[in-house]
């Protein structure tokens, strides 16, 4: 059995002593005849009440303090990380109360957000291992059901080997982007893939990238061009490999989703300090209900197109983490059957 707290045991003692002593002092006056008037007998009562309200009082408050400020270390050292941690020797006995319930008051806000956080994490974490699942589940089945048909007898057949070998290429690639894609995410997401920045010319840039991805818009009858509207720009201050991979992810995107013999176009704009940089083109477009999930990962707005485009289903995931990066924005809008512009910001550089 725990003890009772001392400073009770003497309030108890304390008050006892103040009642026997005033009950002495009535008892010696009546009993010697003494002729003392009420409101002299009152006095000792006053006095009495006066000592008890204000040992009371003490001992209450420095008992009530010390339980809660017990309390109230625990939850700020639960709450708290250890840099923003304070002593609660600190806390004073006028605002102690208020301080407390302030504390718990937030303490139980922050564990509500903080278990919303985590179911939403859950959910997202559910849907994430779901959605590469599926994307590896495709060019996976697909490998094996080519190699079982080579095992099988297909190997020896000229018309059939070389065609089932290609495809067995063509998804090992596209199982190859994927995990690249993915890896390059998990990067950029931790911090760890950092911006390199350094001064270059995006023109210069944004010809490289309108060159190596020639072929794939000659095949669809589509021209790569700069807008006439924009003004010719300079320098920019960002990571020329990461900005280079955006340009090719949004252009990549145009020419696939752009309509054959369309054209997809690349503007600049001065911003002051900043750049403005449009990919557009005049293809199918997105309708509204679809924009605002374009940066998720593994989106698609038409999944089976998309998929037999042999994507990853991650190159504007990547942009946006990319443009983020660099402590820039990028944004989206788009009409059906008239087109789509991608657009992004970069520093100026002088």
Known sequence: MKTSNPKFLALILASALTVIATLAFWISALAGNHSFSWLALAIPAIIL???QYFLIKYFLQTFIYEKIKLIYKTI?????????????FEITRG??????????TNWATARKQ??????????????????VSHELKTPLFNIQGFTMTLIDGGLDDPAVNLDYLQKVQKNT??????VNDLEVISKLESGEAKPEMMRFDILALTREVFEFLEPKARARDISLIFGSESYLPGFVLADKDKIRQVLVNLVENSIKYGREKGRTKVSFYDMDENMLIEVSDNGIGIEDNHIPHLFERFYRVDKHRSRSGGGSGLGLAIVKHIIEAHGQTVNVRSAPGVGSTFSFTLKQAN
């Open 49 to 51: 009440f006066i000592i």
């Open 76 to 88: 700020h050292n639960l709450k708290l990380p250890k840099e923003e941690k304070r002593d609660p």
């Open 95 to 104: 605002n102690v109360l208020d301080t407390v319930n302030d504390d718990v």
């Open 114 to 131: 903080e278990i919303d956080d985590l179911r939403q994490q859950e959910i997202y974490r559910r849907e994430f291992l779901a959605n």
């Open 173 to 178: 690639e596209r199982m190859i982007t994927i």
